[in-house]
């Protein structure tokens, strides 16, 4: 089974930019995307972004439409979520995980969390 690594969460203040990474022990057939949740406190997870490891299309929730960009870096098997304009809404454990064939299927590994608190 897939391991996933989260790194990058920090505090930040509001406007500030953030760059989330999502570091794969590999990338198989088991799975054929890579999503970003978060869960802020006292609420329910959120899928945030979505992207397929073949062709690449990308999907993102409203709220982060505009503001929130997903990348792949194919040789470093990592996944990135940069995050610019960040509000403190944004403020919650961002995870990754993997979803089998397309950013439709259904969930597989999940990586650890990492924290993002936007606060001035």
């Known amino acids: 089974q897939v391991q996933l690594v989260e790194s990058g969460g920090g505090l930040v203040q509001p406007g500030g930019s953030l760059t989330l990474s999502c570091a794969a022990s590999a990338f198989t057939s088991d799975y054929g995307a890579i999503v970003w949740f978060r869960q802020a406190p006292g609420k329910g997870r959120e899928e945030v972004s979505c992207?397929?490891?073949?062709?690449?299309?990308?999907h993102y929730a409203e709220s982060v439409k505009g503001r929130f960009t997903i990348s792949i870096e194919y040789a470093k098997t990592s996944v990135y979520l940069q995050m610019n304009r960040l509000e403190p809404e944004d403020t919650a454990v961002y995870y990754c995980?993997?979803?089998?064939?397309?950013?439709?299927?259904?969930?597989?590994?999940w990586g650890q969390g990492t924290r993002v608190t936007v606060s001035s």
């Open positions: 992207i397929s490891l073949i062709g690449g299309s990308k």
């Open positions: 995980a993997t979803r089998r064939w397309t950013c439709s299927g259904s969930i597989g590994s």
